[in-house]
C-alpha cells in the first residue's frame, strides 16, 4: 500500500471576499472581461480566475477590499455589476425551489 486513499480529495480553493476556504463546487469562479468582473459558473472561459462564495455579502467584502483585480491581475477598478446579477437571479431560483 502506498498509503493513498481511494476517496478522491475535492479541491479547495479560497473566497476572495470572505477569505475562508471552501470546496470548489461551493464557490462561484469569476475572470476578468474587458473592464468587467465576469461569472464563469461552468469554468471554462481562459484566464485566471478568481473565486467568491456566490453571496452579495462577500461580492462586497471582495469589492471594498479591492481583491478582484488584485486576484485577476488586472490594473484599476472592475465593474462587478454582472457579477452581482448573476447571483441574485441564482439566489433567486434556488429560493422558489
Keep these: 500500500m502506498s498509503g493513498r486513499t481511494r476517496a478522491r480529495a475535492c479541491p479547495e480553493r479560497t473566497c ?7 470546496a470548489k463546487t461551493e464557490l462561484l469562479r469569476t475572470v476578468a472581461d474587458g473592464g468587467a468582473c465576469a ?3 461552468r469554468g471554462t ?6 473565486y467568491v462564495h456566490p453571496a452579495p455579502l462577500c ?15 488586472v490594473p484599476g477598478p472592475l465593474d462587478v455589476m454582472a ?3 448573476y447571483v441574485e437571479q441564482t ?3 434556488r429560493q422558489q425551489v
Design 83 to 85: 457579477l452581482r446579477q
Design 45 to 50: 472561459l481562459p484566464g485566471r480566475g478568481a
Design 59 to 73: 461580492i462586497d467584502q471582495a469589492v471594498r477590499r479591492r481583491a478582484f483585480p488584485r486576484a485577476l491581475r
Design 39 to 41: 461569472p464563469d459558473p
Design 16 to 22: 476572495v471576499g470572505c477569505r475562508e476556504r471552501a
Design 91 to 93: 439566489q433567486g431560483c
